[in-house]
């Protein structure tokens, strides 16, 4: 099973209110079972400026970080969803 490593910040928040939950690393396995999280478009300038994209999970909560971080593994125009280990 191949593994993938992201090594950027992710920010979590909760009903819009962002806490100071921050890690370094975010890790998920391919076909693993996670909960699957949406991408949405963000435009949250004051966090990031190159085009942000957020996560939102089942329970929630939203990841924002930097799509050209993630786009040395993905093609983030042809990603419809990922499965994403949550931290917490």
Known sequence: ???YSFDY???RCKKDKFSTNIKPLMQFE???CYPILTLV???HEAIY???P???INEAGYKILFNPAQLE???DTNSVKFIKFKLFG
Do not use: S
Request: glycine letters at 0%; proline letters at 5%.
């Open 53 to 55: 994209v957020h996560l």
């Open 9 to 11: 910040y992710i920010i």
């Open 1 to 3: 099973m191949q593994k």
């Open 49 to 51: 400026t190159n085009k």
């Open 30 to 32: 391919k076909d693993k």
């Open 72 to 74: 040395e593994f993905f």
């Open 41 to 43: 478009p963000d435009k």
